[in-house]
T-cell receptor
Framework: SQQGEEDPQALSIQEGENATMNCSYK?????LQWYRQNSGRGLVHLIL?????REKHSGRLRVTLDTSKKSSSLLITASRAADTASYFC???FGGGTSYGKLTFGQGTILTVHP | EAQVTQNPRYLITVTGKKLTVTCSQN?????MSWYRQDPGLGLRQIYY???????DKGDVPEGYKVSRKEKRNFPLILESPSPNQTSLYFC????????????FGSGTRLTVV
């Protein structure tokens, strides 16, 4: 079953605008990660936020985590056409039989128009 | 360059003909994993390995085998491929599964006819 669910499923914006994607999950997590995938290519790790962190930045990326609401958001500021891709959140459970397993959501397809 | 290398990139095969998709990483990562990606179903884990000679099933292991004889290699074996195994496959590695980001290979697009 999918642990993370992204919202919206698709997002279309103009270059220069900000893009916000959300991820909700169901159970307690150890960390939450965001990945980007260009069409048909391998996923690229963007950022990891641990359960005891609330916000993290990396360049034009800003990730927030609200464990009380079991949700996270990814903000891409000043978007570029090259940001066009699918974005996935992935969650890692605390351990046990799911040790090491990342569970991916269905992804948000972001299209940035020049 | 740190990377995960999968081969082949594309493969068309016939039902029942055994095949192996290779995966190799040059980062000395302990953890390796195979995923398949299907439209509407997202990424699903097939098998994973926490270290040499340690492997375990993921969510969709039926019809697949893996081995981890060396740290760097984690091949995916389809002993008798069927059309429902047509998919995009990704190998990934990590320092320690899930605690760090994964590095993904470029993918293998498999078609079974």
């Amino acid at each position: 079953s999918q642990q993370g669910e992204e919202d919206p499923q698709a997002l279309s914006i103009q270059e220069g605008e900000n893009a916000t994607m959300n991820c909700s999950y169901k159970t307690s997590i150890n960390n939450l990660q965001w990945y980007r995938q260009n069409s048909g290519r391998g996923l690229v790790h963007l950022i990891l936020i641990r359960s005891n962190e609330r916000e993290k930045h990396s360049g034009r990326l800003r990730v927030t985590l609200d464990t009380s609401k079991k949700s996270s958001s990814l903000l891409i500021t000043a978007s570029r056409a090259a940001d066009t891709a699918s974005y996935f959140c992935a969650t890692r459970f605390g351990g046990g039989t799911s040790y090491g397993k990342l569970t991916f959501g269905q992804g948000t397809i972001l299209t940035v128009h020049p | 360059e740190a990377q995960v290398t999968q081969n082949p990139r594309y493969l068309i095969t016939v039902t029942g003909k055994k095949l192996t998709v290779t995966c190799s990483q040059n980062m000395n990562h302990e953890y390796m994993s195979w995923y398949r990606q299907d439209p509407g179903l997202g990424l699903r884990q097939i098998y994973y390995s926490m270290n040499v000679e340690v492997t375990d099933k993921g969510d969709v292991p039926e019809g697949y085998k893996v081995s981890r004889k060396e740290k760097r290699n984690f091949p995916l074996i389809l002993e008798s491929p069927s059309p429902n195994q047509t998919s995009l496959y990704f190998c990934a590695s990590s320092l320690s599964g899930g605690l760090y980001g994964y590095t993904f290979g470029s993918g293998t697009r498999l078609t079974v006819v």
